[in-house]
């Protein structure tokens, strides 16, 4: 499983960004999807994750200004970025959770997208 992560760019704050994830091979299931952003100097954090059936998870920060979805069909996740600010800047990656088989799951990573907000 390989996934292609885009969208990323400059924008002002305020503005909006939208990013797209796809996922390409195949699994026994594909599970959660979602994003992380590695800011300057910090660790790695969840910004926003989905379940297979749509359930939706939220950092605090971005809560009410982002908005993650996916298409099973095309296994493909996007993240809807508005009202963006200065702290949203980082490297944004995707995450697929799979499962190989009924037994053993394991997760991958896209390659990151840039996003750098400009106060």
């Known amino acids: 499983v390989q996934l292609q992560a885009s969208g990323g760019g400059l924008v002002q704050a305020g503005g909006s960004l939208r990013l797209s994830c796809a996922a390409s091979?195949?699994?026994?299931?594909?599970?959660?999807m979602g994003w992380y952003r590695q800011a300057p100097g910090k660790q790695r954090e969840l910004v926003a994750d989905?379940?297979?059936?749509?359930?939706?998870d939220y950092e605090d920060a971005v809560r009410g200004r982002f908005t993650i979805s996916r298409d099973n069909a095309k296994k493909t996740v996007y993240l809807q970025m508005n009202s963006l600010k200065p702290e949203d800047t980082g490297v944004y990656y995707c995450?697929?959770?799979?499962?190989?088989?009924?037994?053993?799951?394991?997760?991958?990573w896209g390659q990151g997208t840039l996003v750098t907000v400009s106060s």
């Open positions: 995450n697929l959770k799979v499962a190989l088989d009924p037994w053993t799951t394991t997760q991958y």
């Open positions: 989905i379940t297979r059936s749509g359930g939706t």
């Open positions: 091979g195949s699994a026994f299931m594909f599970n959660d």
